[in-house]
């Protein structure tokens, strides 16, 4: 069965940084593009960043650009959210999905049951 799983929210504090993961099982991570996904509460998901099956394409929010960053290592079936400069107002569920191709796209067909992300002093 195709899984993802995120892992590494958490508590931080204003300023501070995490490392999210997203794991696959039941599949090959490096054949698909995988992107990662925010929802807090009361507000529409919103989609942060995408990474090609290849790594050689990346898209970024313009609002994250020099804050966040997405990479991956196939060879670990995985795909890492790098969040730096942490700010109250990314508390959220962030959660990661694949459109099952090997680009990225609009329409994401598999997703992980999210990671909390709580910003707060």
């Known amino acids: 069965q195709l899984q993802l799983v995120e892992s590494g929210g958490g508590l931080v504090q204003p300023g501070g940084s995490l490392r999210l993961s997203c794991e696959a099982s039941?599949?090959?991570?490096?054949?698909?593009?995988i992107g990662w996904f925010r929802q807090a509460p009361g507000k529409e998901r919103e989609r942060l960043s995408c990474i090609s099956a290849g790594g050689d394409y990346i898209s970024l929010t313009n609002s994250m650009k020099g804050r966040f960053t997405i990479s991956r290592d196939n060879a670990k079936n995985t795909v890492y959210l790098q969040m730096n400069s942490l700010k109250p107002e990314d508390t959220a569920i962030y959660y990661c999905?694949?459109?099952?191709?090997?680009?990225?796209?609009?329409?994401?067909?598999?997703w992980g049951q999210g990671t909390q992300v709580t910003v707060s002093a």
């Open positions: 039941g599949f090959t991570l490096e054949r698909y593009a």
């Open positions: 999905a694949t459109p099952k191709t090997i680009y990225c796209s609009d329409q994401y067909v598999t």
